[in-house]
T-cell receptor
């Protein structure tokens, strides 16, 4: 049972480069999320999706774009990476907006130099 | 805006002791509250979920309580073990906009053998 899988696990980017982080879930969940985790700041919501073809902004969306073309996949894009985007990125999913558990991936550690 | 606070930020206790971790939130109109565990360099693992209509949930040596009126939740760990060492995070969803989870910054727990 794979659950939530994030690709890649580690990445180093140069300032200005672009990349896409992939999140895949095999639980048929409607809701998917992208968070970033920084020391002393906890997890902050970047973008989220409540279903295939929908996306919405979270707390810290600037500099990121997302797409949910298939229900099982949620992509996070950085068009022009900045050192401030150095962080650990987590993807999560839930069945729907009811009182259901959220399940998390193992994280992607991104360093922008 | 919902704010979630976890105090203390770090806690060390000898093996075998019972302990309590605290989570407080500013908006009592929550839909549910979830406790997670995070090991260093890893993702988040769901421990317990309490719906707004519940007062507590139990799983093995863990017991989570919820007092919405005072904006507090506690996670009680009985007979602590070195394997319990990790960071513990709580997250809440609101009645309105219940698709989003808001996290506390966590308590880093160390169990001393």
């Amino acid at each position: 049972n794979a659950g939530v899988t994030q690709t890649p696990k580690f990445r180093v980017l140069k300032t200005g480069q672009s990349m896409t982080l992939l999140c895949a879930q095999d639980m048929n969940h409607e809701y998917m999320y992208w968070y970033r985790q920084d020391p002393g700041m906890g997890l902050r919501l970047i973008h989220y999706s409540v279903g295939e073809g929908t996306t919405a902004k979270g707390e810290v969306p600037d500099g990121y774009n997302v797409s949910r073309l298939k229900k099982q996949n949620f992509l996070l894009g950085l068009e022009s990476a900045a050192p401030s985007q150095t962080s650990v990125y987590f993807c999560a999913s839930r069945v729907d907006g009811g009182p259901t558990e959220a399940f998390f991936g193992q994280g992607t550690r991104l360093t922008v130099v | 805006k919902q704010e979630v606070t976890q105090i203390p930020a770090a806690l060390s206790v000898p093996e075998g002791e019972n302990l309590v971790l605290n989570c407080s939130f500013t908006d009592s109109a929550i839909y549910n509250l979830q406790w997670f565990r995070q090991d260093p360099g890893k993702g988040l693992t769901s421990l317990l979920l309490i719906q707004s209509s519940q007062r507590e949930q139990t799983s093995g040596r863990l017991n989570a309580s919820l007092d919405k009126s005072s904006g507090r939740s506690t996670l009680y760990i009985a007979a602590s073990q070195p394997g319990d060492s990790a960071t513990y995070l709580c997250a809440v969803t609101l009645n309105f906009g219940n698709e989003k989870l808001t996290f506390g910054t966590g308590t880093r727990l160390t169990i001393i053998p």
